[in-house]
């Protein structure tokens, strides 16, 4: 007791425990970034340490799977439940321990201690007392499965990913070059900044960086694209709040680029929010013709509106609607990129491993056959209709295009060769990326063009 007759208890991080609140949340279900939304709520953390935060959670969900693989080593009875608090407190000790390379292993076993006495009692803050230190005293504990004789679980414990996803890469791509592309989705994503030509010029946001340090590389296939190979958003005032940047991967602006709107044009995006794509359409109309953005979401919308008017784009017009009730005539350029399971964006997305099943390829596939059935409804004779997605599965690319080809017979593949080198486009005249390639996520986009008759 001390003199106040209050009980004296051992500090710990409010920031760690904020990370252990959004990880239970998680695992019920909640998206990571709602779940880091709610427990800032009412909350204000420095700059540097939300980015902790943001660190934490995401890797932590993000190696889910490896951690609870390397954890079970260590306690005695290596299938006992443990409680999802405790769970998910020997989960963050384990990824400061062997993810992170600036916390030195004394305060990761001690914050975790005190989390745990603070979470829970003191019996469960000794079990994570002994459990991580022994795991820094026996690393040579942690064995994993053979890789030739059980590949899908090797790959699956050690990059942390779901079983089925990594049967379908190694069905798709081979072993070897699963591994590598599991290996990149698991490297640290950066931000790519898109130059708005409107405002500026590649050249001098690249000044602008180069004055201030910041390393940076020009896109592979789109040089408006700027990587920057920092954490963080840098020069978040000098060029995104003023417009003269706008943060997209360079994946999402390829299925732009095939679709080749000109100024003048009219042209259509089916799915717009929160805007990315319908903005680059503008931007490449330098501003004249007419960009109708249809989205569901009143809220969605009023994003698109503010990220056109930050960005100087006069000729977007929002229509707030279901894409399959949409009747707005016939357009030049009809853009579709529909709900999909967002496997080409694993690396930036951490809950997405573990929140997507094979159910949900099976269902989006069905809503994507649909989608884009009344995409083709609304484009003239001799217009241009581009599917995208953000995913890698073949079941929501190509196997969706060629069903719709079969079916509408006026429309054939106008291959992106064109746009794009051949190592990028498919035999089939498809646009894949995959995270090995050119610093980009995973995606796929095909142009078809309406025959005249």
């Known amino acids: 007791?001390?003199?106040?007759?209050?009980?004296k208890t051992k500090r710990y991080d409010?920031?760690?425990?904020?990370?252990?609140?959004?990880?239970?949340?998680?695992?019920e279900g909640e998206a990571t970034d709602r779940a880091v939304v709610k427990v800032l709520t009412d909350r204000k953390l420095k700059p540097l340490d939300k980015r902790f935060l943001l660190q934490l959670v995401n890797g932590t969900t993000k190696m889910r799977r490896r951690l609870d693989h390397e954890i079970k080593f260590y306690l005695a009875r290596p299938s006992m439940k443990l409680p999802p608090r405790l769970r998910n407190i020997l989960r963050l000790g384990f990824f400061q321990l062997h993810y992170t390379d600036r916390?030195?292993?004394?305060a990761a076993v001690s914050e975790s201690v005190n989390l745990a006495l603070h979470m829970a009692d003191r019996?469960?803050?000794?079990?994570?007392?002994?459990?991580?230190?022994?795991?820094?005293?026996e690393p040579e504990k942690i064995v994993f499965v053979n890789k030739q004789e059980d590949p899908v679980k090797h790959l699956g414990d050690f990059y942390s990913f779901p079983d089925f996803f990594v049967q379908y890469a190694i069905s798709e791509f081979g072993i070897d070059r699963t591994e590598k592309m599991l290996a990149a989705f698991n490297s640290p994503p950066h931000v790519t900044y898109r130059v708005n030509f409107l405002k500026t010029k590649p050249d001098e946001v690249a000044n602008l960086l180069q004055k201030n340090e910041i390393e940076f590389s020009y896109g592979k296939y789109l040089p408006e694209f700027i990587h920057i190979n920092e954490s963080g958003l840098p020069l978040k005032n000098e060029l995104i709040d003023?417009?003269?940047?706008?943060?997209?991967?360079?994946s999402a602006g390829l299925p732009v680029r095939i679709l080749?709107?000109?100024?003048?044009?009219?042209?259509?995006?089916?799915?717009?929010?929160?805007?990315?794509?319908?903005?680059y359409a503008a931007i490449r109309m330098r501003n004249k013709g007419r960009v109708t953005a249809v989205d569901k979401s009143q809220l969605r919308l009023q994003l698109v509106q503010e990220n056109a008017q930050r960005l100087g784009i006069k000729i977007i017009s929002p229509v707030v609607c279901d894409m399959l009730l949409f009747e707005g005539g016939m357009f030049d350029r009809v853009l579709l990129d529909p709900p999909c399971t967002g496997w080409g964006t694993a690396g930036k997305n951490s809950d997405l491993r573990w929140s997507k099943t094979k159910e949900d390829?099976?269902?989006l596939s069905k809503i994507q056959t649909t989608m884009i059935q009344h995409a083709g409804k609304l484009v003239k004779p001799g217009g241009i209709l581009v599917y995208s997605t953000c995913t890698i599965l073949r079941a929501e690319n190509d196997q969706i295009v060629e069903e719709f080809l079969l079916k509408n017979p006026q429309f054939e593949i106008d291959a992106a060769i064109d746009y794009f080198d051949d190592d990028l486009v498919s035999s089939r005249g498809f646009v894949k990326t995959y995270p090995l390639v050119g610093d980009m996520d995973g995606a796929f986009c095909v142009r078809m063009k309406k025959k005249l008759h």
């Open 103 to 106: 916390i030195p292993e004394a």
């Open 14 to 27: 409010p920031v760690r425990a904020l990370v252990i609140e959004a990880l239970l949340l998680i695992e």
């Open 361 to 363: 390829i099976v269902n």
């Open 123 to 137: 019996a469960r803050a000794n079990l994570v007392n002994a459990v991580l230190r022994t795991a820094i005293r």
């Open 260 to 279: 080749n709107p000109r100024p003048g044009m009219n042209m259509v995006d089916l799915t717009t929010a929160p805007g990315g794509k319908a903005t």
């Open 242 to 250: 003023t417009g003269k940047v706008f943060v997209q991967d360079e």
């Open 1 to 7: 007791m001390n003199v106040n007759g209050a009980k």
